[in-house]
C-alpha cells in the first residue's frame, strides 16, 4: 500500500494547479510539497509557476483583465461557430439588400415607363375619340359633293388638252386673249422680280411662286403624288377591337396580352391604294379615317391632305376641308394646287366666307388654270 | 463567474471538447479559461516576463481556440494547450528577436496524463530497488521528495544544492527510474 502510494506519488496524474494553490505557494501559505509535486510531474504546472513567481502581483490580480475579456467574450463574442453565423447574418443581410435595390429600380422604371405610356394612352383616346366622330358625319347633298368621277372627268379633260395641241392653243388663245393683259403682267413681274429692283423689297405675292409637279400615280383612277420612293416607314394602324378580335380577347387585359393585335403595319402605297378605293367608291367616311391615319405618319402628305380636305368636304366639315386643302400642295408637289384652291373656294361659299372664295377664285381666273372658267362663271354667281 | 455553466466543471477535457464540437456552447470556452487560464497566464508570464504581451496571448489562444478544438484531433487538451502556448510566445519572442528556438509543433502527452494505467500494471515490490540504482544525487532527491514529502527549499537546504539542482534531479530521477523500471518490463513503453 505504501508502495502503490509511492507510485502514485512520483508517476501518478496531477491535476492541474489551481489559481488558489498558485497563489499559496506565492505567499508561502500552501503546502509547498504538494504544489510542487505538481509542478514536477507537469512541465505546464511548472512553467506557469515559475512564470507567476516571477509576478509582482497576484493570481486574481494579474489574472482580472483576461477575466473580464473572457466574461465579455462568452457573454458577446463569437465562439468557433460564431464566424458561420456571421457570415451567414452578412448574407442575409447583403441579398436583403440588393432585393430591396432591384425592387426599387425596378418600381423606378416601371414609374419611367408608365409616363409615355399615359402618353401614348391619351393621344389614343383622343385619336380613336377624332376617328369614331366621323362616324357621326352627315355627308351632304349629292349635288353638291366632290366625287371621284367628277375628279376623273376633269383630269380626262386635261389629257386631252395636252394630247391635241390645237384644242390647247386654241384654248390658250382664248385664256390668253382673255386675260392678256394679266398674263403679260405676271411675265412682267417675273422680270421684275430678281433682286436688281433697285433696292426695293421684290412682290412676294403667290403668283410669282412655281410649284413643281411631282411624278403622278394613278390609283383607282384618281392622281396621287408617287411618293413610293420617299414612304419607307409603315403606316401603323391600330386594330380597332370591335372588328375581326374574338370576343374572348376584347376585353383591356387581352388587349395587353395580345399587343401584336392592336397595331397593324402596312406599306404606304398599299395604305393609299386602299384610301382611293375607298373614296372612288364614295365611302369617304372611311376613306378619310384612312387618311388621317396616313397623315398621323406622313403630316405633309398632299394625297392624304388633298383627298382627305375632300372627305371632309363631302361630310360637311368645310373648315377641316379647307385646312387639309391647304397643306395638299408644296412648291415642291403642286399636283393639287389648282384643284386645291377651287375646292377651297367652294368650301368657303358653302360656309358663306363670300370674300375668302371670291379671292381664290381671282387668283384662279388670273392663272388661268383649268378651273378658270369654272371660277369666272362661279365668282359671277357669288353675291356681293 | 458567469463565463461557464455549472454542469461543465463536472466534464472531463475531453467531454468537453466534444460537448463543444457538438454543441459550439462558447461556456465550454469559459470552463477551460477557468482550467487553465492562469497556467497559460502564468507560462507566458515565465516565457515573455511582461503582463500585456501575455495577457494579449492568453486571450488570443481562449479567443480562436473554438476554431483550433474543431479544426484539429486533440487527444490530450492540457499537453496540447502547453505546446499551443509556447509556440505562441515563442513566435512572439521571434518577433522580438529575443528568442531563437525552434518551435515544436510535435504534441506530446505529458507524463501525468499517459501514466494513469500504466501504473497499475508495476510490480511494487521492484520499486525501491529501482530508486537505489539511480544516480546520487538523484535517489537521495527521490527519496526526500516523494517519500519523506519535503518541499523543493527542504531538499535543497537537507543536501546542500541550489533549488534548479533539486529540481533537475528530481526530473531526471523519474525519467531515469522510469527507464529501469521498463529495462524490466514493469513499466509498459509509451
Known sequence: MIFLNLLNRIFGPKKPLSRQEIEDYKTGTGNAHDIESKSANSDFNDQALEGWKTSSSSVNDGMSTTDKKMDQYVKNGNTGGSPNKGMTLSFLLFTLTMLILIIFTYQGNSAVEKKPQIVENIKTEVENSRIKEIDFYTIISPEKQITSNELIKNQEIKKVEKEIPNLKSVKNEKVATEDKSKIEGTQTEEIQLPIQSSGKIPNSSKNSLVYKNAQEVYLSELKNVDYRAYRNRPIKVRNSLDVGIPASKSSIDDKQEFPSLQIIEFTYIDYLTSSSAYFRNEQFKKALKQYLIILDTYPDDVNANFYGGLCYFNLGKFDNSIALLKNSYTLGYGNFREEANWFSAKAHIEQEQNLKAKQLLNQIIEEGGFYHQKAKELLSEIKD | ?190
Not at chain 2, 464540437?21 to 469559459?30: C, L, Q, S, T, Y
Not at chain 2, 497556467?39 to 500585456?52: A, I, Q, S
Open chain 2, 1 to 190: 463567474m458567469n463565463r461557464t455553466r455549472k454542469k461543465f466543471e463536472h466534464y472531463s477535457d475531453a467531454k468537453l471538447l466534444v460537448s463543444f464540437r457538438a454543441n459550439d456552447d462558447k461556456k465550454i470556452i469559459g470552463e477551460l479559461y477557468n482550467r487553465y487560464g492562469h497556467l497559460v497566464m502564468g507560462t507566458c508570464l515565465n516565457y515573455l516576463k511582461n503582463k500585456n504581451d501575455a495577457e494579449d496571448i492568453v486571450m488570443e489562444i481562449f479567443m480562436t481556440l473554438g476554431d483550433k478544438i474543431k479544426k484539429h484531433e486533440i487527444n490530450y487538451f492540457k499537453s496540447w494547450l502547453f505546446i499551443l502556448t509556447k509556440n505562441n510566445c515563442l513566435m512572439v519572442l521571434r518577433k522580438k528577436k529575443h528568442y531563437d528556438t525552434q518551435l515544436n509543433e510535435e504534441i506530446v502527452a505529458q507524463e501525468d496524463e499517459i501514466e494513469e494505467i500504466q501504473i497499475k500494471e508495476i510490480q511494487l515490490t521492484e520499486l525501491e530497488t529501482a530508486i537505489d540504482e539511480l544516480d546520487p544525487p538523484q535517489d537521495e532527491v527521490i527519496k526526500l521528495f516523494y517519500i519523506q514529502q519535503m518541499s523543493y527549499k527542504e531538499v535543497s537546504e537537507k543536501l546542500n544544492l541550489t533549488l534548479n539542482k533539486v529540481k533537475s534531479a528530481i526530473q531526471n530521477g523519474k525519467r531515469n527510474l522510469k527507464i529501469k523500471l521498463k529495462e524490466h518490463d514493469l513499466f509498459k513503453s509509451a
